[in-house]
Nanobody, 126 residues
Framework: VVQLVESGGGSVQAGGSLRLSCAAA????????MAWFRQAPGKDREGVAI???????LYADSVKGRFTISKDNAVNNLVLQMNSLSPEDTGMYYC????????????????????WGQGTQVTVSS
């Protein structure tokens, strides 16, 4: 059974930083691509960043230069470092994992991902 457990969310003021982690069990971070998605109230879930099995990454335009996705294969964690946060970044953040080696062909869509975490809430106040 695959479990993805997110942590690190919280409330910060605009301009602040948060570091999200996703601990994987039953799935190794070297298996396939992984990603972070977010969903704001009343909005659709959107892709934030993906990281391929080989380490290449893709970001949403809205987070480029502010967010960094990475994997720590030694401890089987996916990380999202978020800097210069704005109220528009508020939402529930979800970790997702795929058995595909490369997911960038699907852009930031949800199709490749079959494993999902329960989410961690990020709230940014102005």
């Amino acid at each position: 059974v695959v479990q993805l457990v997110e942590s690190g969310g919280g409330s910060v003021q605009a301009g602040g930083s948060l570091r999200l982690s996703c601990a994987a069990a039953g799935y190794t971070t070297t298996t396939g691509c992984m990603a972070w998605f977010r969903q704001a109230p009343g909005k659709d879930r959107e892709g934030v960043a993906i990281i391929e099995r080989a380490g290449g990454s893709l970001y949403a335009d809205s987070v480029k230069g502010r967010f960094t996705i990475s994997k720590d294969n030694a401890v089987n964690n996916l990380v999202l470092q978020m800097n210069s946060l704005s109220p528009e970044d508020t939402g529930m953040y979800y970790c997702a994992a795929s058995n595909w080696w490369s997911c960038s062909g699907s852009g930031l869509g949800t199709d490749p991902y079959i494993y999902w975490g329960q989410g961690t809430q990020v709230t940014v106040s102005s």
